[in-house]
């Protein structure tokens, strides 16, 4: 089994940035084409970004286009997702997941998640 270990969340005023980490456990990361999901209450889990296994094409939902980068470092088996601008409706649960099948923005093609870190964002 694979586990993937995330860390970065926190609470920041519109206009500021954080950075969102995944670690994948046992160097497994190069395996995994992975992305970044989130949750705000009430709702639905949504596609946030994601990246390929080899790290050389990326997919953004339109509305973090230009404000998120997500990027990795097999070597360090970590994923990471840079958040700029940040905007109250940001504001979620943000999950780190990995898909073996796939690139894909579909939840159901992930194979394992982290355990999702807060991101709050204040106006």
């Known amino acids: 089994q694979v586990q993937l270990v995330e860390s970065g969340g926190g609470l920041v005023q519109a206009g500021g940035s954080l950075r969102l980490s995944c670690v994948a456990s046992a160097g497994a990361l190069s395996r995994f084409h992975m992305g970044w999901f989130r949750q705000a209450p009430g709702k639905e889990r949504e596609f946030v970004a994601c990246?390929?296994?080899?790290?050389?094409?990326?997919y953004y939902r339109d509305s973090v286009k230009g404000r998120f980068t997500v990027s990795r470092d097999n070597a360090k088996n970590t994923v990471w997702l840079q958040m700029n601008s940040l905007k109250p409706e940001d504001t979620a649960v943000y999950y780190c997941a990995a898909s073996f099948r796939a690139y894909s923005v579909r939840i159901e093609d992930y194979d394992y998640w982290g355990q999702g870190t807060q991101v709050s964002v204040s106006s």
């Open positions: 990246i390929s296994w080899s790290g050389v094409s990326t």
